[in-house]
């Protein structure tokens, strides 16, 4: 779903379900901790800080802070984010003594018998595989290639997994308009990279994944050798949509994704999919569309006509399963859970019921969610101290971008004009969106999903032909977590994300730069990144730099790649240094605008900053970016990550950037020869 987004890029972390709760941060009090905002305690004072300052930042954290059996990743991120979700359940508890809604309360309302509906086990067990019924009668009524093509439209609509996909973004060329995106199609496995690996890691767990479709298709009871033969059917269709997909790291380039054409066009590379006619089914009015891999598009013209028509009914049959199972009965989520989050993830049980409910209602209802959550919990003085905070980060910026030295001037004006037209919205959207038209029933907890998926295609799509809306979010309020847009040149910050330890109203000031500073650094930051960087202040793909100029960027830049790449979080696994390129500017970008904003804040305020608990302010800079990737996580969680995931494990994030900060050795007395003093060819500064 997250699709409708064409090119929101540099998510600060993961996307987490949903999260997080806490004590109320509203309140100043008196504080006498010796280092407000951060617990001394967290430290592992045996650790050397120039050695490893992320075992130093975070070793007393992690005993502190034994994982839960339900994660295979734990930190302040997924703390918080529990939190916010336990605040939630709260909320939504009190809604269900609520008997009548107002017609301004519709938002409210449907939460409320959503989360009740996904609550009654009871009812979901005795129905079992029967809310699939209706989808499955469509799919048998497919009896030759033209009803396929001729049922793809209502695929398409249902929102399920497709061997393409069709959803509006803002047209990376043109930000006042939208575009219809067509993009490659859904696969089982995380990536495509998880078909084509050859090695014996990579081939048992495709076997265990076609062993998990089999278990799945057993429970619709589907007989065993039909079920495996149908897992390997699907198994060896998905392998041959991957081995036609980009990589992640080709994808990131949005030169290589952006092909605008004529719908003619689009549909003479692909004729026996019959394009246009799919297009006027769906009464998509347009004259031009993005094939976002046209290779991609032009081998599925000819791979799914040769493709079984059982094969094809089965993967979209599959793909339903897939996304639905927590819909279901226990079986088929206890299956799903098996895979998913135990063999690919590490996670050994179950979050509660109610947590895996909300995290569902992030499918479809996350605005209304994120709603409640930021009426009840946010605090508008957390939306002023960011502001300013914003706003000290850009003048450093500024100042950065003036004196780098290997930025010619007309480049800088150029940059600079960027940096002066960044928007930034904080908390939670001025405009909420419009949920009258939906109806959700009691007690119809998948039906209810269908709804919701169906209903979040079409709002999409209806975007066509509408101008931009400015007010939009990409991200619910309640989320911990933040997000650049190259297209709408602007940084955001749910409500989620602006409570301790991130921000703390009570905390000593550095630390708070150095937490939330950062993160507001890092957003800054893509939008000068490898890819962000390609973008305008209009939010336009456009080339606003010197030849030469773009030449050094990318030797810097290469110089990053490399660093990043002998980085080996796991024997013989190494980070890729072009696919996290971004992240990894990103980081240390915005760890630099920390340091200087806070600098600008001193001389804003005229305060001069005493020791504090034996740490300079400079030191206590990096303590609150270290805070920030307090983390634990498991081996599976870290092979999956590596291989999907555009950031950095956390430990990078932390003795990455700051092995290549001048300002670190210093603020730690660090010396020629220890671990995070680069003093050899690697050491890099971009911004
Ligand atoms: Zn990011």
Redesign the pocket.
Known sequence: MDQSIKRV?????VALALGACSSNTTTKVENTDPLPGFALSNLDTTAAPCTDFFQYVSGGWAENNPMPETESRWGNFGILQEQNQKRMRGLLDSLAQVDNFSQDAHYAQLLSVQYQAGLDTVALDQAGAEPLSPLRSQLQAIQSWEDYLNWLPQALKQGFGSPFGLSVGVDDKNSEAYLLNLSSGSLGLPDRDYYLKEDSASKKLQSQYRQHMAAMFRLLEIQEAQAQKAAEAIYAFEKQLAQHKMSRTERRKPENTYHKMSVAEASQLAEPLQLDQTLSALSLKIDSLNVSNPAYWQQLATLLPQTDLVTLKQYHLWHVLRATAGYLSADFEQESFHFYQTTLRGVNEMKPRWRRVLSSMGNGLSEPLGRVFAERYFPEEAKQAVEQMVEDLRTAYGQRIKQLTWMGDSTKERALEKLAAFNYKIGYPDVWKDFSRLQLEEGAYFTNHLKLRAYGVQENWDKLGQPVDKDEWFMPAYLVN???SSSYNEIVFPAGILQAPFYDVNADAAINYGGIGGVIG??F??GF?DQGSKYDGYGNLNQWWTDNDRSNFEDRTQVMVEQYNQYEPLPHLHVNGEMTL??NI??LG?LTMAYYGYQERLQRTGESPETKAGFSWQQRIFLGWGQVWQTVQKDEYTKNQVMTD??SPAQYRVNGPVSNMPEFWEAWSCEKGDALVRTDSLQVEIW
């Open positions: 890029i540099g998510l600060l972390s933040a997000y650049y890092h957003e930051s893509h990144d971004g992240e990103a980081d915005g555009y950031h």
